[in-house]
DNA sequence: AGCCCATCCTGTCCGC
DNA sequence: TGCGGACAGGATGGGC
């Protein structure tokens, strides 16, 4: 589900309320969420007492940090979801962590349908040093001229794929791959190292715009996506290309949108309109 | 180096 | 209604 906008609109959400709160007891309600610990890992009940210092995104990673160099690592992958309820809400069996604090009504839980999904507990020194070995930098802070330097150094990428890859670019994944691919009218089999300076300025620019716009509007809501507040996005009504299949191409308004699968994903594109 | 596939899970939807 | 298979927002690891 959640991609950069989704995670960005979820951690917005989150540290306007939890800032400054201090904890009254963390658990796990789950076992698989143990198996999922790194060395070096924290138990739970460590993080009782401590204050949440502040919470922010990297990639689709969100960090979570306390008092006492402590923090959480979350990741929601397909259907993690991270949201506020009040406190003592009936809780079903997707329900894997709890975080409860002293003088507030709610508290954070972690849900996740399909266990994908992690929450680590780390010292902050060691989420650093992880989320700066496995991501790359943030689309939204970086140059044309990075941007372009990435796109030759893994040329022989194809464009779907080098937009997936958070090595080289963290926080996008299928649905705005497929918008921004729509948008700069490129096509996703295309290799990296293939286009020249105007396409490679297009590609830059839409993301920028796609992933801007999407925050903007709060994310995107197919299924059951909602942020941590349990409000719904507004991107989904503006998907040109995802989940189109068979459709008329908003562009060119004469050929159907494809489905193609791209190193197992479903990739959706106009095949007169990106070339 | 990069592609393809299987894998980790659960739920839903579609065709028969 | 039931059943089997495909598919789903992510990421990793093995084989080629």
Not at 24 to 41: C, D, Y
Not at 109 to 115: E, G, P, Q, S
Not at 126 to 138: M, S, T, V
Not at 249 to 267: A, D, P
């Amino acid at each position: 589900m959640p991609e950069l906008p989704e995670v960005e609109t979820i951690v917005r959400g989150l540290r306007a309320r939890l800032t400054g709160r201090r904890v009254k007891a963390f658990v796990f309600l789950s076992p698989h969420l143990e198996k999922k610990q790194v060395p070096g890992s924290f138990r739970p009940e460590i993080y009782q007492g401590r204050k949440i210092t502040g919470i922010r995104r990297r990639g689709k990673m969100i960090i979570i940090s306390f008092d006492g160099q402590l923090g959480l690592l979350v990741h929601l992958k397909m259907t993690g979801q991270l949201f506020l309820t009040d406190a003592g809400q009936k809780m079903d069996k997707h329900t894997h962590a709890c975080l409860k604090f002293y003088r507030f009504k709610k508290e954070l839980r972690f849900r996740d349908i399909r266990k994908f999904g992690f929450v680590n507990c780390l010292a902050l020194t060691r989420i650093e040093e992880k989320i700066n070995r496995d991501l790359g930098p943030e689309p939204l802070s970086l140059s044309l001229a990075g941007f372009k330097l990435l796109l030759n150094k893994h040329g022989q990428k194809r464009l779907k794929n080098w937009l997936l890859d958070q090595k080289i670019i963290a926080g996008i994944g299928n649905i705005y791959s497929d918008e921004i691919l729509f948008r700069a009218r490129l096509n996703p089999f295309r290799l990296a190292g293939s286009l020249d300076e105007k396409e490679a300025g297009r590609l830059f620019q839409s993301a920028r715009r796609v992933l801007k716009e999407a925050i903007s509007l709060k994310g995107s809501s197919i299924s059951d996506y909602v942020d941590a507040l349990g409000n719904r996005g507004g991107f989904q009504k503006r998907h040109q290309v995802y989940a189109r299949e068979g459709k008329n191409c908003l562009r060119c308004r004469q050929e159907k949108i494809i489905r193609r699968k791209i190193n197992g994903r479903s990739t959706y594109f106009c095949p007169a309109c990106q070339s």
